[in-house]
């Protein structure tokens, strides 16, 4: 099994540029989380999807920040423009179908965006 | 927001001795689960206990839970060189909207030297 597969694994780009990472979960997790990471803190919940469906965006900056599920499998997340405090490591996860809210999250190794 | 918070923010050891990192969180939860980060690398699920469950086991690791007190400890015993990374609690909460979300604390920094 390959895993939680996120890329670029690194990205490098100048401010108010445009950004897209792309997410390929476990097969058969239907939900699907991105969160972002910055140095030396814990994750941050961006955006969550149960299939194709949006179920928790609160906390994506939805001005510049954009995603979405097709088909339910592969997720993109796209960042347009980009600031300097979007500089993050920004990680994939899915589980499986929650079984009494106990969702355990499997994590890609995340894609680190460096906004200059 | 960050739910958890961990304590300590940094811990460093010897081969061979015990770890222990605590977390303190604010609301109700369904479960809390503890997670590993290697550096650069994406979280690794190491262990969940419920809101029901006060004590759980899986090898070198115990994780205990006071939900009256709204903490958790993770004791890694006869700690290796391997076991250095990150580690994070996260906390699903109870009922509502946000049920089964997923919270990360700030994490505990440990260092084990050989």
């Known amino acids: 099994e390959a895993g939680v597969v996120q890329s670029p694994r690194y990205k490098i780009i100048e401010k108010k540029q445009p950004v897209a990472f792309w997410c390929n979960p476990i097969?058969?997790?239907?939900?699907l989380y991105w969160y972002r990471q910055n140095l030396g803190q814990g994750p941050e919940l961006l955006i969550r999807?149960?299939?194709?469906?949006?179920?928790?965006d609160s906390q994506l900056p939805k001005d510049r920040f954009s995603a979405e599920r097709l088909k339910g499998v592969d997720s993109t997340l796209k960042i347009q423009p980009a600031e300097l405090g979007d500089s993050a490591v920004y990680l994939c996860?899915?589980?499986?179908?929650?079984?009494?809210?106990?969702?355990?999250?499997?994590f890609g190794a995340g894609s680190r965006l460096t906004v200059l | 927001s960050q739910q958890g918070e961990e304590d300590p923010q940094a811990l460093s050891i010897q081969e061979g001795e015990n770890a222990t990192m605590n977390c303190s969180y604010k609301t109700s939860i369904n479960n809390l689960q503890w997670y590993r980060q290697n550096s650069g690398r994406g979280l690794v699920h190491l262990i969940l206990?419920?809101?029901?469950?006060r004590e759980k086991h899986s090898g070198r690791l115990r994780v205990t839970l006071d939900t009256s007190k709204k903490s958790s400890s993770l004791l890694i015993t006869a700690s290796r060189a391997a076991d250095t990374a990150s580690y994070f609690c996260?906390?699903?909460?109870?009922?509502?909207?946000?049920?089964?979300?997923?919270?990360f604390g700030q994490g505990t920094i440990l260092t084990v030297h050989p």
């Open positions: 999807y149960e299939n194709e469906e949006a179920v928790d």
């Open positions: 996860a899915s589980s499986p179908r929650s079984r009494n809210g106990a969702n355990v999250l499997t």
């Open positions: 206990i419920r809101s029901n469950e």
């Open positions: 996260a906390t699903a909460r109870a009922g509502g909207t946000s049920y089964g979300k997923l919270t």
């Open positions: 097969s058969g997790h239907n939900t």
